[in-house]
C-alpha cells in the first residue's frame, strides 16, 4: 500500500469538500449556531411555563363531618396552610346535594356533562353516607383498653388507612365520594392529582385530630425523618450526568457528520462523472478507500467535536442564569463538565469515527445518486442508535457482558473513566479494545470490498418497473440464488420469527403446544420461505440447497466432529451464561419447557427438536442463504451473515449468541466442503447429544461405566470431565484439517458457486 497514494488522495478530498459551502455550513457553522438558538429558544419557552389552577365542583359540601370540614364559608380549604400547598391551584365552588327529585344517576350525567363541556375540570360528590362511613371507621379503629394492656392503635389507622393504594388509583366511590373526571384532558388529570393531594392531607389531620382527643399524641404515626449525606463531590455528580448525554449526542454527530461527506464522496462522484478518473488512476481500491476514509473520518470528528463544545459551552451559559435565579440544584447538576472528562470524550470519539466513517463509506457506495445515498442514512441511525442509547439505560454499567457489545462497552469505559471508576476501567480495557478494533477492521474490510466490487462502483441509476422487475427473476434465474435473494430470504424469517413470538405468547402447555409450535416455527417459518423463493427464483433446486455430493472421509469427518466439538460447545454455553445470566422468567419458561420435554420418549424428542430443526435450519442458512452470499468470491460475507440470521433465529440472548459462534463452524464447514450434508451432521449429532445428557439423568438413567472416562455425575447431571474438554480441542482440529481437504469435484462446485 503506497500511504503517498493515500496522501493525495485525501488531500483531493478534502479541497472538493472544503469548497462545498453547504459542507462547511453543516459542519462547522451550524453546530456553533444551532446549540446556542436551542438554548435561547428553551429560554424564552420557558416563560410560557407556569403552573395553571383548576375548577373543582364539590357537589354535597354539607354531608362534609362538620367537626373537620373541607372548606371554610369562603370555599377555602379550611388545613393549616403547610399541608394545603395545592390549594392555591385550585378553584371549588360547591352545591348543595339535590332535592329527591334527582337521584344518584341522574347527579352523575349532569357532572358527567359539565366536566365534558369544559365548565370545570372535576366534579366531586360528597354522598350523604360519608360522613356515617367516616364514624364507622374511626369506630373500627378505636382505642381497646384491656385490664394490665397499655392502648394500642388498630392497624389501619396507623398505616393511614390505604393512602398508599389511592396514591396510584384513587377509588373514593367505596368512601361515600366520587370523583367525575375526563383523563382525555390535561388539566382534569391535574385536578385528579390535587384533589388526591388535598385529600390525603385532610386525612392525616383528621386521623391527628382523633388522636389528640383520644390522649394519644399525633407524632406516633408520622413517618420517619431520613437525614441525608450525599458524599460524593459535585463534580463528580456532574460528570456522572454528563457521561450519559454527551457519548450519545457526540455519537450520533459522529454517524451523520460521517454520512453526508461520505455521499459526496461516493454518489456524488458517480453523478458528476469524476469517479472513473480516479479509479483509472495508478492508486489501487484500498488506497482509494484509505483516502477517502481518512476524508470521512476528519470531517465526522471535526463535527463531533463542534458540537460537543459548542452545547457544553451553551449549557454553561444557562447553568449561570439559573444559579443568578436562584436555582442552585440545578446549577450544581449541570455545572461544567471536568478537562479530563472531555479529554477521554475525544479519545473515545477517535476509534468510534473510524468505525462509523468505514460504514458510511460503504453505505454510500452502494448508492447511485446522491438522493439515493440519502436514503440510506435513517437505516443506519436505527442500526447504530441501539449501540449508542443502551449505556443510557441506569441498571447497565460496565462489566464483562456489556464489554463484548459493540461500540456501547467503548460508551461504557469512558462512563467508567469519566466518573473516576479508574481500576473498573483498567479491568475491562483489553477487551472492549480488541472489540473496537474488530469493528473498525470489519467496517474498512467492507468497505474495499464495495469499492472492488465493479458491480457496485458501476450501477447506473434507472426507473423501477414492477413488470420488468419480474420478468428479469424469472429470465435471469440461476442455479443458485443473489446475494439480494438470500438476504432478503433470511430478512423475512427473522420478521416473521419476531411476529410468531408474540402470537405463540404463553400457549406451551403441553407437549402437543411444543409439536406444534416447533413444527410451524421449523417447516413454516424456517424452511417454507427458503423452499419457495428456491422454486421461483433458481433454476436447481438441489443446486440452491447446496444438497451435492459428499466425500465420504468428509461425512466421517464431519461425524466425527459433531461428536468431539460438543464439549467445547458445552463448555461455551456455560461461560456465556455466566456472563449473561438468564433471568428468573427465563429461568422458569425453561424449567417449565424441560419438564414437558423429559416426561416424553427420548425418540420423539430428539426427532422433534433435534432432527428437524438441524434439517430445516442447515438447508436454509447453509444452503439456499448461504449458496447466494458465497457468490463473487464472498465466503467470509456468506459465513459472517449466514451465523447472524442463525442466531437471531433463537428467542434466548444466550442461546443466540452460542448460536452465532456455532454457526461460525457450520460456515466455515459449509464453505470447504461445499455443500450441506456434513452441516446437517454437525448439527443433528450437536443436537442429539444435547438433549440426550439432559433427558437421561433427568429420567433416573445411570451413567454407563464405558462413559466414565469423558462424563461424571454431579448433582443429578451429566457432565463432562475436565481433561475432555481440552482433549475435544485437539480432536476438532484434526477433523477441521481433514475437512478442509477437498476433492477434485468439491473443488469444481466450489468455484462454480464463487462465479
Not at 235 to 254: E, G, H, I, N, T
Not at 575 to 585: C, H, P
Amino acid at each position: 500500500m503506497n500511504w503517498r497514494h493515500i496522501q493525495l488522495i485525501y488531500h483531493r478530498e478534502m479541497r472538493d469538500q472544503l469548497r462545498d459551502r453547504r459542507t462547511l455550513f453543516t459542519i462547522a457553522v451550524l453546530p456553533l449556531l444551532l446549540y446556542p438558538l436551542i438554548g435561547l429558544l428553551m429560554m424564552q419557552v420557558a416563560q410560557f411555563n407556569r403552573e395553571y389552577s383548576v375548577r373543582i365542583r364539590v357537589v354535597g359540601h354539607e354531608n362534609w363531618p362538620q367537626a373537620h370540614p373541607l372548606l371554610d364559608p369562603q370555599r377555602k380549604l379550611s388545613l393549616p396552610a403547610s399541608a394545603t400547598e395545592p390549594a392555591r391551584l385550585i378553584e371549588f365552588s360547591t352545591e348543595p346535594w339535590p332535592v329527591d327529585g334527582e337521584d344518584l344517576e341522574g347527579l352523575r350525567r349532569t357532572s358527567s356533562s359539565a366536566v365534558q363541556l369544559d365548565f370545570v375540570d372535576a366534579v366531586l360528590i360528597v354522598k350523604p353516607e360519608f360522613q356515617a362511613h367516616m364514624q364507622r371507621r374511626l369506630a373500627s379503629a378505636s382505642i381497646k383498653v384491656e385490664a394490665g394492656n397499655a392502648p394500642e392503635v388498630a392497624t389501619d389507622l396507623a398505616e393511614g388507612d390505604g393512602v398508599a393504594e389511592q396514591a396510584t388509583a384513587p377509588k373514593f366511590i367505596d368512601d361515600g365520594l366520587e370523583l367525575v373526571v375526563n383523563l382525555a384532558r390535561d388539566h382534569s388529570q391535574l385536578a385528579q392529582s390535587r384533589l388526591q393531594r388535598v385529600l390525603d392531607s385532610w386525612q392525616q389531620s383528621w386521623i391527628s385530630k382523633e388522636l389528640v382527643l383520644a390522649g394519644i399524641s399525633p407524632q406516633l404515626v408520622e413517618p420517619l425523618a431520613l437525614s441525608q449525606t450525599d458524599v460524593s463531590p459535585v463534580s463528580v455528580r456532574r460528570a456522572m450526568l454528563w457521561s450519559k448525554v454527551l457519548p450519545f449526542v457526540m455519537l450520533v454527530w459522529a454517524l451523520t457528520g460521517a454520512f453526508y461527506p461520505a455521499i459526496d464522496l461516493c454518489a456524488g462522484e458517480k453523478e458528476r462523472g469524476t469517479l472513473e478518473t480516479l479509479l483509472s488512476s495508478p492508486a489501487r481500491r484500498n488506497e482509494i478507500v484509505w483516502g477517502k476514509l481518512f476524508t470521512v473520518a476528519t470531517f465526522s470528528i471535526s463535527s463531533a467535536l463542534l458540537n460537543l463544545f459548542s452545547m457544553h459551552a451553551t449549557a454553561g451559559l444557562i447553568v449561570k442564569q439559573l444559579a443568578l435565579a436562584g436555582s442552585s440544584q440545578a446549577a450544581d447538576a449541570l455545572g461544567p463538565l471536568p478537562i479530563h472528562a472531555l479529554g477521554w470524550l475525544v479519545l473515545l470519539l477517535l476509534p468510534m469515527a473510524a468505525f462509523f466513517s468505514a460504514l458510511a463509506l460503504a453505505v454510500a457506495a452502494l448508492a447511485r445518486s446522491t438522493k439515493e445515498g440519502q436514503y440510506y442514512l435513517m437505516p443506519l441511525l436505527l442500526v447504530t442508535l441501539p449501540l449508542v442509547s443502551l449505556p443510557m439505560i441506569p441498571s447497565l454499567s460496565l462489566n464483562l457482558g456489556t464489554s463484548l457489545v459493540p461500540v456501547s462497552g467503548a460508551v461504557f469505559l469512558v462512563r467508567s473513566l469519566i466518573e473516576g471508576r479508574y481500576a473498573e476501567a483498567l479491568m475491562h480495557l483489553p477487551v472492549v479494545v480488541m472489540v473496537t478494533i474488530a469493528c473498525c477492521l470489519l467496517s474498512i474490510r467492507w468497505a474495499i470490498r464495495q469499492f472492488e466490487s465493479e458491480s457496485v462502483m458501476f450501477r447506473e441509476s434507472d426507473r423501477w418497473n414492477l413488470q420488468s422487475w419480474l420478468h428479469h427473476l424469472w429470465r435471469d434465474r440461476g442455479m443458485t440464488a443473489s446475494p439480494a435473494e438470500a438476504i432478503l430470504c433470511g430478512l423475512i424469517i427473522l420478521v416473521a420469527m419476531f411476529f410468531a413470538q408474540f402470537m405463540a405468547g404463553s400457549s406451551i402447555a403441553d407437549w402437543n403446544a411444543v409439536v406444534r409450535m416447533t413444527v410451524a416455527v421449523q417447516i413454516g417459518l424456517i424452511l417454507m420461505p427458503c423452499l419457495l423463493m428456491a422454486i421461483f427464483l433458481t433454476r436447481s433446486l438441489r443446486h440452491a440447497l447446496r444438497i451435492h455430493h459428499v466425500q465420504p472421509s468428509h461425512l466421517a469427518a464431519a461425524i466425527c466432529l459433531g461428536v468431539t466439538l460438543h464439549p467445547t460447545y458445552t463448555a461455551l454455553g456455560n461461560a456465556i451464561r455466566y456472563v449473561y445470566s438468564l433471568g428468573d422468567q427465563i429461568q422458569a419458561a425453561l424449567a417449565h419447557f424441560s419438564q414437558l420435554i423429559y416426561a416424553q420418549p427420548l425418540w420423539a424428542v430428539l426427532l422433534l427438536l433435534a432432527v428437524m430443526p438441524a434439517i430445516c435450519e442447515e438447508l436454509t442458512f447453509r444452503g439456499f442463504i448461504f449458496g447466494g452470499l458465497v457468490k463473487q468470491g464472498g465466503a467470509l460475507r456468506a459465513i459472517l451473515i449466514t451465523s447472524l440470521f442463525f442466531g437471531f433465529t433463537h428467542t434466548i440472548l444466550q442461546q443466540s449468541i452460542a448460536a452465532t459462534i456455532m454457526g461460525l463452524m457450520l460456515g466455515l464447514i459449509a464453505w470447504r466442503t461445499g455443500g450441506v450434508v456434513c452441516c446437517i451432521a454437525v448439527h443433528v449429532i450437536n443436537n442429539v447429544l444435547s438433549i440426550g445428557l439432559a433427558w437421561l439423568p433427568a429420567n433416573h438413567c445411570e451413567l454407563p461405566p464405558s462413559l466414565s472416562w469423558c462424563l461424571r455425575v454431579e448433582n443429578d447431571t451429566w457432565l463432562y470431565q475436565p481433561q475432555w474438554h481440552t482433549i475435544s480441542v485437539g480432536i476438532a482440529l484434526v477433523m477441521i484439517a481433514i475437512l478442509f481437504n477437498r476433492s477434485p469435484e468439491t473443488q469444481r462446485v466450489v468455484q462454480v458457486e464463487a462465479l
